[in-house]
């Protein structure tokens, strides 16, 4: 008996310091936020809290900001996981190669990953409004105008600032799964006289594909999740076009002080976040090949 | 032969070009913060005339940049001791002991990864508030809970490849529990602990939407914080806000080339495991 309690004392000893953390930073929060999106709250007196059951969720269809700007995210999220995963990969294919700047291509491609979004958003802001007018004036070409100060532009030049990120990011995966496959397998290939491509379709892709998966599940979520990028290269806009959900969220707690609606909204995110992630990894699981 | 070298040499110069191209932002961003206001306007893409280091200067002190530092350090270094710490402790526990309790912690904190931090925080700010909380301390334990999830997935998978016979042995020996750990185990984990570390850095050190949320009192501001100085503006001071923005890039850099093989390893296994 005495044995027992001693051993459940340890294991509290060593496991309950994080699990407290965890429940008073992310658990008791998270519930308490479902509970909030049940209310009307201005999230400032406790008094004022009051039970509106599903209004919230209801207004929410009606709130073209919002679904304006969950199209927008999912619309970016598709295009730059394409983009950031086609990249990382054939720059991994690349610099795989026995180059003789391989290790120092790796090191700048890479760069871009460990410096923060907000930093690396002001650093595009500059390149887009400044660098891209004087490349318009010296080249003459209009497609370098105005850049940020349309929807369109907006929305590639978020592309353009995650996809230079993140590329060099997928291509780290990718170069481990390149590693990892044998070599044999592909001195046998080239003996039998399959050509560069034909080695990639049918060895290398099939071989590389849990690599992929957690490169599209990395990338979705991160895609989906995007804020202080969103918040340094546009700020939402030209007139919030370029406002992608989660500073709709932000916004909608802390500008118009709607916690209800906006913790509403931040559950609907993360049920999407959630189910996009689990589908996602199910759909690439299947398609991966053992060797 | 002839063929693969052509084609190496192909395969080396596209390199290099997009090379270029992914460094192109950091050059520009170079050699524009050595210039007066008027020559950005004028062109942006010339090497500068001279070497303007006044906005240096001026970037410094408006961005309080030791101070700065300091609050990054502080909260970072004082954020990583406490979870490799407690996820270490809490990582090696769970995996040995086998009860449902134990796989139903484990379990709660791995789904948690899907949480995004939009999510939680709203009530979590409320209640930091009302606990008095909003400050660095608070910060601190903030970021205990948000890293507790990766961490402890990472020492939680390390640990199960640790032999049981080594505890066994130790404990005959008569070693206490906590001696145990504190002599046998944590030094088996370092390969894991330096890749926690180094995944926790980067996101910490970053890490922008918390700390804005948080920290609300003139000098205990992080880097990632200050950077706004420069673009609240209607008129933006681009030759101070890029030598701003350089002198925020330029610790990361240095850790970046310091550690580099231990980074990329570090963030290959983070994403793998």
């Known amino acids: ?291 | 032969m002839t063929r693969k070298k052509r084609f190496l040499f192909l395969m080396e110069t596209i390199g290099s070009a997009i090379g270029v191209v992914f460094f192109f932002p950091f050059y520009i961003m170079l050699i524009n913060s050595f210039k007066t206001k008027p020559q950005i306007f004028q062109n942006t893409l010339n090497l500068p005339g001279g070497l303007e280091w006044s906005n240096y200067v001026k970037a410094f002190e408006r961005l309080d940049f030791m101070q700065a530092f300091a609050n990054s350090l502080f909260i970072t270094a004082g954020s990583i001791l406490l979870l490799v710490l407690f996820a270490s402790m809490a990582g090696w526990k769970l995996v040995r002991t086998k009860t449902r309790l134990s796989s139903v912690i484990f379990f709660m904190f791995v789904s948690a990864i899907l949480i995004p931090f939009q999510s939680v925080m709203l009530p979590l700010i409320t209640i930091m508030g009302k606990l008095g909380f909003l400050n660095r301390l608070g910060l601190i334990f903030m970021y205990l809970g948000f890293g507790s999830s990766l961490s402890l997935f990472l020492y939680h998978g390390f640990v199960k490849s640790v032999p049981k016979e080594l505890d066994e042995a130790a404990i005959i020996d008569g070693c206490s529990e906590f001696q145990l750990f504190r002599k046998v185990i944590f030094p088996i984990l370092n390969p894991i602990t330096l890749t926690v570390i180094i995944l926790l850095t980067i996101w910490i050190w970053n890490d922008y939407l918390l700390p804005s949320l948080v920290i609300n009192k003139e000098g205990m501001q992080t880097i990632p914080l200050q950077m706004f100085f420069f673009f609240g503006e209607y008129t933006k001071q681009w030759h101070l806000a890029l030598a701003g923005l350089t002198l925020a890039i330029i610790p990361v850099i240095i850790f970046y080339f310091s550690a580099q093989k231990y980074i990329i390893r570090g963030v290959t296994q983070g994403a793998i495991k």
């Open chain 1, 1 to 291: 008996m005495q044995e027992s309690i001693k051993r459940r004392l340890l294991f509290w000893a060593f496991v309950g310091p994080l699990v407290f953390a965890f429940f008073v930073v992310v658990v008791v929060p998270f519930l308490w936020g479902i509970y909030y999106s049940f209310t009307e709250w201005n999230g400032i007196v406790r008094s004022q809290v009051e039970w509106v059951g599903l209004q919230n969720y209801i207004d929410l269809f009606e709130d073209e900001q919002f679904i304006y700007s969950f199209w927008f995210t999912a619309r970016f999220a598709v295009v730059s996981v394409i983009l950031i995963n086609g990249i990382g990969f054939a720059l991994a294919l690349l610099v795989t190669q026995p180059l003789r700047t391989s290790h120092a291509l790796r090191t700048v491609f890479f760069m871009p990953n460990l410096i923060g979004g907000l930093i690396l958003g002001f650093v595009w802001q500059f390149i887009f409004i400044q660098v891209f007018s004087s490349l318009a004036d010296l080249l003459n070409l209009e497609f370098f105008r105005g850049w940020l100060a349309t929807p369109e532009t907006g929305f590639w030049g978020l592309v353009i600032l995650m996809t230079w990120q993140m590329a060099g990011y997928t291509m780290v995966i990718y170069i481990a799964a390149l590693q990892s496959i044998p070599s044999d397998l592909l001195e046998a290939a080239e003996i039998d006289g399959s050509t560069l491509w034909s080695k990639t379709r049918h060895i290398i892709i099939p071989l590389v594909a849990p690599a992929f998966t957690i490169n599209m599940f990395l990338m979705l979520s991160n895609s989906f999740k995007l804020y202080d990028q969103n918040l340094s290269l546009t700020n939402g806009g030209p007139f919030n076009s370029t406002q992608m959900l989660a500073m709709n969220i932000y916004n909608t707690a802390f500008q118009f002080d709607e916690m209800g609606s906006a913790q509403a909204k931040a559950v609907i995110f993360f049920l999407v976040v959630a189910v996009v992630s689990i589908i996602q990894v199910r759909m690439n699981k299947k398609r991966e090949v053992e060797y």
